[in-house]
Every structure is written in C-alpha cells, then in structure tokens.
C-alpha cells in the first residue's frame, strides 16, 4: 500500500500568497502534537526560538525558489543577522510569516523576514541565504538534483493548495 509522505520538519502549514521576486506570506500553526514539545518545556510548553528562525528560513527559501524558477537545488542558511525573539509560541498560536527580497546576487539572495502572532513581531532576522545546485559541485549528480528540483515542485505546491 503506498502513502504518501509530508515532510517531518516543514515548519510552515500553507502559503498565504506569493509574489516571486518580491515578498511571502506564509503561516503556521503550533498544534501542541509536535515532538519538540515533550522536552522544550514539559510545564511550559513553547515552539524552540531556532524552529521559528527556520520557519523564516523556509518561507525565505519558498520564495527563492519562485523567482528562480527552481534553477537552483540546494539553499543553505550562510548568515542570521539582527535576530531577534519578542515573544512565545504556544501550542494553539498562529505565526505568520512576512518575507521579502532586499538584495539578490548570482550567489546569494538577501532577505527581511519576520514573524508575528496577531499584532506582536515574535521574530524578526535578516538572513542571507546561498544558492547552488548539486549537478554545479558534481555534474554525476544531475539527475539526483533534478529529482529535488521537481519535488519542490510538488512540495510548494501542496503548500500553496493547502493539501
């Protein structure tokens, strides 16, 4: 029987809306079900800070992958500046996530990002995200990098669909 599998760790439930080359808005909703939650506090239960810094990240990459047309395979985290927490993420608590595009190279993509729960900014960073492909570092590798590329296709998509 074949079932179809969703990514352990996404860390965003849908995408709001999408304007490649611009700006992301995406959401998540801390459901209270999530592993990290046992251990990260058993009597004060909150979403870890570096889980909401990497929601920020893959709303970030989301929208790199749409302007780039997924031309690149692999987008690595290079720097976090200005992070900063202002507030907890409980179980039951929506973050919405805001990403925009500040300044894009062939190497790297700048990006301002930022989460809120209703009015309040929970986190914010700027972050500075490199891009590559595996077929660049390894032409051997290319149909394996082509197999990413096309399951970010898929996986955005059910991100946009809400599936």
Same mark, same amino acid.
């Given at each position: 029987m074949a079932t179809e599998t969703q990514m352990r760790f996404r860390q965003l439930d849908r995408i709001l809306d999408i304007k490649p080359g611009e700006s992301i808005r995406a959401s998540l909703t801390v459901q209270g079900?999530?592993?990290? @939650? *046992?251990?990260?506090?058993? &009597?004060?239960? +909150?979403?870890?800070?570096? @889980?909401? @810094?990497?929601? &920020?990240?893959?709303?970030?990459c989301w929208l790199i992958r749409s302007t780039d047309q997924f031309r690149h395979s692999l987008l690595t985290l290079k720097e976090a500046r200005n992070v900063k927490f202002a507030d907890f993420m409980e179980p039951g608590q929506s973050l919405e996530?805001?990403?925009?595009?500040?300044?894009?190279?062939?190497?790297?993509?700048?990006?301002?990002?930022? $989460?809120?729960?209703?009015?309040?900014?929970? +986190?914010s960073a700027r972050l500075i995200i490199s891009r590559s492909s &595996?077929?660049?570092?390894?032409? $051997? &590798?290319?149909?394996?990098?082509?197999?990413?590329?096309?399951?970010? *296709?898929?996986e955005l998509h059910k991100l946009v669909k809400n599936d």
């Open positions: 079900s999530e592993d990290y @939650l *046992r251990d990260h506090f058993p &009597l004060f239960k +909150v979403m870890p800070g570096v @889980l909401m @810094l990497e929601a &920020l990240f893959q709303a970030s996530i805001q990403a925009e595009i500040l300044k894009s190279d062939e190497g790297t993509v700048t990006i301002k990002a930022s $989460g809120t729960k209703g009015d309040v900014v929970a +986190v &595996l077929a660049d570092k390894d032409p $051997g &590798l290319a149909a394996l990098d082509e197999f990413m590329k096309e399951s970010m *296709r898929k």
